[in-house]
């Protein structure tokens, strides 16, 4: 059985509780998977947060994680999503020297032409913010480093599924009981 190592979106709805992240976290340590990626935040239910956690690995593994995630206490739902089955992004800033901005008309260009934003700018440094795919922000990171990047930081993946996923109705069903 050869399965093919692809990318996968695990999106983990649970209560906001000390300590989960944790044993989350060691699910995927026991089995050596490395997480590419973990951004956390409040879901669309009031008081249920959301875990998106990018990895990859084979099918059969990201149902058995699922079924380990799902035995954590605190955890109501978790999923697993192929790339085709989400719509994703990624944020990232850099922090760059002012005088470039001024004295290099080619940074001027590779704003303009990358959809980037300026956040902030002073005297001593200017700031930039990209929203999309890693393979932009890793471009234009790229083109950025030959003027000097000060500070850079990526966020982690956040995503929703094209399909509806009925957790919200799950919930109402647990309430119920």
């Not at 699910?27 to 973990?38: A, G, V």
């Not at 978790?78 to 008309?105: G, N, V």
Request: charged share 30%; aromatic share 8%; glycine share 2%.
């Amino acid at each position: 059985m050869n399965e093919k190592i692809k990318t996968y979106t695990i999106s983990v709805y649970t209560e906001n509780n000390i300590g989960l992240l944790n044993r989350i976290s060691a699910i995927f340590q026991r089995r050596t998977i490395n997480i590419e990626s973990l951004t956390t935040s409040q879901s669309e239910i009031e008081n249920v947060n959301r875990f998106v956690i990018v990895v990859n690995i084979t099918e059969s593994q990201a149902k058995k994680i699922v079924g380990q995630i799902e035995k954590q206490v605190e955890v109501i739902k978790a999923y697993y999503h192929d790339d085709h089955e989400t719509i994703f992004t990624e944020s990232c800033m850099f922090k760059i020297k002012s005088e470039l901005l001024f004295d290099e008309p080619q940074i001027q260009n590779i704003i303009k032409e990358s959809d980037t934003r300026i956040v902030t700018v002073n005297k001593e440094f200017f700031v930039l913010e990209k929203s999309g795919r890693r393979h932009e922000i890793e471009a234009l990171r790229r083109d950025l480093n030959a003027f000097g990047i000060m500070q850079f930081v990526r966020s982690g993946r956040i995503a929703v599924t094209k399909d509806e996923m009925k957790v919200t109705e799950l919930l109402s069903q647990i309430k119920n009981q």
